[in-house]
Each structure stands twice: as C-alpha cells, then as structure tokens.
C-alpha cells in the first residue's frame, strides 16, 4: 500500500536529549514537510524539502534539524534546545505540480518529560 | 501577509442539520484552496480542493466547498451532518510555486449532538 508512514506513534524522552521522528514515504513525492501542532494553535510549518539534499526552514524551526538524504525519507530531529517541545507531529508528502496538495501520515506524540 | 482564518473555533450541530463551517484566506498568488478533516489523535485526511474552475466543489463523505474570491472565502458545507463526522476541520492554501508549503488556519472543532 501507498502512504506515509510515521514511527514511533508515541514517543516520550527525557529533557534535555535529542530525539528523532521517522517519517518515510513510497508515494514517489519529491516534497516532504513537517508540521507540529499543538491545541488551539492549528499546524504550524517546521521545516519542508522540495528535493533531496535540499531543505527550507519553516516558521518555528529553531530547536529542529531535518535531512533529507533520500526521496523516500524526512527524519525530524527536536534537539535539547527546543524550549517546549511536547506536541504532536505530523508528517506530510506532496506533489508540487499539478496541485501543491500534502498527504499526511498519523502522526507522533512526543512527551518530553 | 499569507494567512488562513477560521474564525469558529467550536460549532456543535444537531445530527441530521446542515452545517457551514467558515474560511477566509489573504494569499498574494492564486490560490489553491483545501479542507482537511482530522479525528482525535490521527493524520489529516483530505476532503476537497479547489484550484480552477467551478466554484463548487465536491469532496469526500457528502462535503462540498465553494470559493468565492470577491470574499476571500472558501466555506466547507454539508447538508445533513451525522454522528461521524464530529472531528476537527482545517482549511488550508498554497501555491503552485517553489519553495512554498500548505498554510493551515487554526481549526474548527465539529461537534454533534443528537
């Protein structure tokens, strides 16, 4: 089956480490995002890439890292200096052309404790 | 600036009544418009788009959205809502432009009584 693909769906960790979220795709889109979303405050834009080897910051992406060494895959990683990082993350793919649409995958819970 | 604005943030519906959830979007290029549903704890799912054409147009479970671009509105309606559709709702816009990404207004929680 097609789809997008997050792991672990719950994920928790302790303050101050680092912590890394998978998101992998077989949909053979070449864009890829991040999203957070936290109650009340919709989904806020991370960190996107339109191409491998290439990636854009979004809005709130300090305290993130990405990479994007295959087409397939777009791990997030939330470092120690991200201030509030308890929120749940959501993956997306999409085609740029003809329409600029994301699929999304379910998403990871992180707690940070 | 480019925005989305969902200004309900929590509308509850009798089971069987119509509903109208409201969006209005300021994007500098043409837009491309989207609504997405999202149940407790899972992904977005899309329900429609829009990007050319007929105003009206029609999604998944019975929902449908028209663009109105003299209002800068693009609101999400559904004739008789049923139990299953409680759940969040997002409006979205973006462009057919690199180095863009979906913009998503802050949500509308469904909610529906019987």
């Known amino acids: 089956d097609g789809g997008i693909t997050q792991s672990p769906k719950y994920l928790f960790r302790k303050e101050g480490q680092n912590v890394t979220l998978s998101c992998e795709q077989n949909?053979?889109?070449?864009?890829m995002y991040w999203y957070r979303q936290d109650p009340g405050q919709g989904l806020r834009l991370i960190y996107y890439s339109q191409i491998v080897n290439d990636f854009q910051k979004g809005d709130i992406a300090e305290g993130y890292s990405v990479s994007r060494e295959k087409k397939e895959s777009f791990p997030l990683t939330v470092t120690s200096a991200q201030k509030n990082p308890t929120a749940f993350y959501l993956c997306?793919?999409?085609?740029?052309?003809?329409?600029?649409?994301?699929?999304f995958g379910q998403g990871t819970r992180l707690t940070v404790v | 600036a480019q925005s989305v604005t969902q200004p309900d943030i929590h509308i509850t519906v009798s089971e069987g009544a119509s509903l109208e959830l409201r969006c209005n979007y300021s994007?500098?290029?043409?837009?491309?418009l989207f609504w997405y549903v999202q149940s407790p704890g899972q992904g977005l799912q899309l329900l429609l788009k829009?990007?050319?054409?007929?105003?009206l147009v029609q999604g998944i479970k019975g929902f449908e959205a028209e663009f109105k671009r003299s209002q800068s509105s693009f609101n999400l309606r559904k004739p008789s809502v049923h139990w299953s559709d409680a759940a969040e709702y997002f409006c979205a816009v973006g462009a057919n432009q690199a180095g863009t990404a979906l913009i998503f207004g802050k949500g509308t929680t469904l909610s529906v009584s019987s």
């Open positions: 829009y990007f050319s054409g007929d105003t």
């Open positions: 997306a793919s999409g085609r740029r052309t003809p329409l600029p649409e994301a699929f």
């Open positions: 949909l053979n889109h070449d864009a």
């Open positions: 994007y500098g290029a043409t837009p491309y």
